[in-house]
């Protein structure tokens, strides 16, 4: 079946460090992927999104690109603040498919 | 629009007695979703309604846990009866029809469950 796999966490940087959480993942079909982030007592909230092959997701200074050649999606950002702190979550969605798979989410934490 | 709205936000139970999660997706959105969340399993999805049917129940854990949607702006999620190892952050979701935002589901704020 469809899989998604985040690298470990936590992970800890400091402010105007580089970020970079890596993505794989698994699908019988053509997916579609995602990067949800969860804040503090709250639920998830979309960051950004790709829909097909070589498609660079973008949002709040956050890029993914669609790799379908090494199945990635992984999530970069160039200067991190702390209110970037959260849980990052990357979830694909396979095509036809309304339901989202999950990996297991990547607690971010910056230090200013 | 005011969002998926979940309540209760916190409940603190005694094992054995039923618990009843609510929850108002957004209007116009017409597939709904019930998570759970705990540090153990991760993210698991319960079950999914389109048009207030349901399509996949898989994800439910046994037959204490039941889900209804009566209409398009309302949803529970039943647990009874409640045991210690239900506890956890139940999310809810929705998602406005297939082809318009390409499967973006929009969360709700959670309801923390204790059972004790």
């Known amino acids: 079946g469809d899989s998604v796999t985040q690298m470990e966490g936590p992970v800890t940087l400091s402010e105007e460090a580089f970020l970079t959480i890596n993505c794989t993942y698994t699908?019988?079909?053509?997916?579609?992927l995602f990067w949800y982030v969860q804040y503090p007592g709250e639920g998830l909230q979309l960051l950004l999104k790709?829909?097909?092959?070589?498609d660079k997701g973008s949002n709040k200074g956050f890029e993914a690109t669609y790799r379908k050649e090494t199945t990635s999606f992984h999530l970069e950002k160039g200067s991190v603040q702390v209110s970037d702190s959260a849980v990052y979550f990357c979830?694909?969605?396979?095509?036809?498919?309304?339901?989202?798979?999950f990996g297991q989410g990547t607690r971010l934490t910056i230090n200013p | 629009d005011a969002g998926v709205i979940q309540s209760p936000r916190h409940e603190v139970t005694e094992m054995g007695q039923e618990v009843t999660l609510r929850c108002k997706p957004i209007s116009g959105h017409d597939y709904l979703f019930w998570y759970r969340q705990t540090m153990m399993r991760g993210l698991e999805l319960l079950i999914y309604f389109n048009n207030n049917v349901p399509i996949d129940d898989s994800g439910m854990p046994e037959d204490r846990f039941s889900a209804k949607m009566p209409n398009a702006s309302f949803s529970t999620l039943k647990i009874q009866p409640s045991e210690p190892r239900d506890s956890a952050v139940y999310f809810c979701?929705?998602?406005?029809?297939?082809?318009?935002?390409?499967?973006?589901?929009?969360f709700g704020p959670g309801t923390r469950l204790t059972v004790t």
């Open positions: 979701a929705s998602s406005p029809p297939s082809g318009g935002s390409m499967y973006e589901q929009y």
């Open positions: 979830a694909l969605s396979d095509w036809g498919a309304q339901k989202l798979v």
């Open positions: 790709a829909t097909k092959a070589d």
């Open positions: 699908a019988t079909g053509y997916p579609s």
